[in-house]
């Protein structure tokens, strides 16, 4: 008996560590295996527009050839204020650095962006541009005059 019960052990043990042959079954399965993927560069970039006005209140605005100190520096204790939450003049943070601004963007273009910024995200291509370059942050509607905008355009022109 001893032997046949043996026999019997090793047989199984022989049959049980065989080659198996793998069902698959449909269902969840996962791959452990690294596949490379490559990044798409996409064309991203927020485009400079000097033409564009953007969308707001505020169609033509005028710089003299002089920067008016006393606007600027009514402009610069607004920005102090409120706008180096999210804006530097030479680094970007939550929002695009200010330094060089109007060789990118119309004076309108800026001062409906402060004046008009939830319009300028619903329909400006630039300011929804920089939207998704910005991880979606928002910029908040500050609800400044017309008058407190063109101090803040004045005083860019400084940085």
Avoid at 15 to 26: A, N
Avoid at 55 to 64: D, L, M, R
Wanted: charged share 30%.
């Amino acid at each position: 008996m001893k032997k046949i019960l043996t026999v019997l052990v090793v047989g199984s043990l022989i049959i049980g560590c065989g080659e198996k042959k793998e069902e698959k079954k449909g269902g969840f399965e996962m791959n452990r295996t690294k596949k490379e993927v490559k990044a798409e560069k996409t064309s991203g970039e927020v485009p400079i527009d000097l033409n564009n006005k953007g969308v707001g209140p505020i169609t033509s605005v005028e710089f003299g050839t002089e920067i008016d100190t006393e606007l600027a520096a009514k402009g610069e204790k607004i920005y102090s204020t409120i706008c180096v939450a999210c804006h530097m003049a030479e680094q970007r943070m939550i929002g695009p650095a200010m330094k060089g601004l109007y060789d990118k963007r119309s004076p309108e273009w800026v001062m409906n962006m402060i004046l008009n910024p939830d319009g300028m995200l619903k329909e400006d291509p630039i300011a929804k541009a920089l939207l998704k370059e910005y991880n979606n942050s928002i910029m908040l509607n500050q609800n400044l005059s017309k008058d407190d905008a063109r101090a803040i355009a004045e005083y860019l022109r400084t940085l």
